[in-house]
């Protein structure tokens, strides 16, 4: 039997099992047509290879749809594979990061080794001061102890010598008043202690004298070298004592030595002074 071209290419759009299968039939069907295959025959065959081609067409339209799916998934798989590129991608400059960081904390790590180094070093040094200022307050403590023991001692020299002056001084003193400033002396000048607020303080001259008809309270202090310090504590109690008594004082400072800036004070403070040589007869 003649088979047309149009056949031909359908059978080579056909899946090849299927293929083989109509070219055996074909064949079988030459075969019988060869035996005289009745027209009955025939008819049921061409209906048999109608419903080949249109099973043809059902899996041609599977195929289709199929190879779209293949085409879709193709297409996810290019959208993963941008993603697990673009993931590589952001683990790499992760992976820079973490590395740049590792080093960063290696390096802190290294500095803070430096500073507990110098801590511990300062630390000794600290501990090095505090022990040679230990030292140093044991050696104050001890120079203090000395010079405790030596204003003990001079304190009694000094006393020794005040005590001396003034003894000249009660003696000779009223003249100098008299001749000097116009002051009567009225009694006698002696040592005292007075009270003044709570304390009783000792007055190294004391006495009462007269000034053109005027009532004076006489009040000295007598020191080898006063200083600032000590005249205006003897300006504060001479002061508390003259109000305390309602009588104008006269103040006096009998001294070894004044030394040219102790002279120029007193003088500001109008305050008298006597040198001790004047004392001599």
């Excluded at 290019?78 to 904390?105: C, D, G, H, M, Y």
């Excluded at 307050?137 to 003034?166: K, N, P, Q, T, W």
């Excluded at 304390?199 to 070298?225: A, F, S, T, W």
């Amino acid at each position: 039997m003649p088979v047309s071209v149009s056949f031909i290419k359908r059978l080579e759009a056909v899946d090849p099992q299927l293929r083989s299968v109509l070219i055996a039939m074909l064949e079988e069907i030459e075969r019988q047509r060869e035996e005289s295959v009745t027209k009955k025959e025939f008819n049921e065959l061409r209906d048999i290879v109608k419903e080949l081609a249109v099973a043809q067409k059902k899996t041609e339209i599977r195929i289709d749809s199929l190879a779209q799916k293949v085409e879709e998934l193709a297409e996810a798989q290019r959208r993963t594979e941008a993603i697990v590129e673009e993931l590589a991608e952001a683990q790499k400059k992760t992976e820079a990061r973490v590395n740049s960081l590792a080093q960063r904390v290696e390096e802190l790590a290294e500095a803070q080794k430096k500073t507990e180094a110098r801590v511990d070093s300062l630390a000794q040094k600290v501990e090095e001061l505090a022990e040679a200022q230990r030292k140093t307050e044991e050696e104050i403590r001890v120079l203090v102890r000395r010079m405790d023991a030596f204003e003990d001692r001079l304190e009694g020299i000094s006393h020794s010598v005040g005590y001396s002056l003034e003894n000249r001084v009660y003696g000779r003193l009223p003249s100098i008043l008299r001749e000097r400033y116009g002051i009567e002396v009225d009694g006698r000048l002696v040592r005292k202690y007075v009270p003044v607020g709570n304390k009783n303080i000792q007055v190294n001259i004391y006495g009462y004298g007269k000034k053109d008809g005027k009532r004076l309270l006489i009040l000295g202090e007598c020191k080898v070298r006063p200083s600032r310090n000590e005249i205006r504590r003897f300006e504060k109690y001479a002061e508390k004592i003259g109000s305390d008594q309602g009588v104008e004082i006269f103040p006096i400072v009998v001294a070894h030595d004044f030394p040219p800036a102790i002279e120029e004070f007193l003088r500001e403070e109008k305050i008298p002074y006597i040198w001790s040589y004047e004392l001599e007869d």
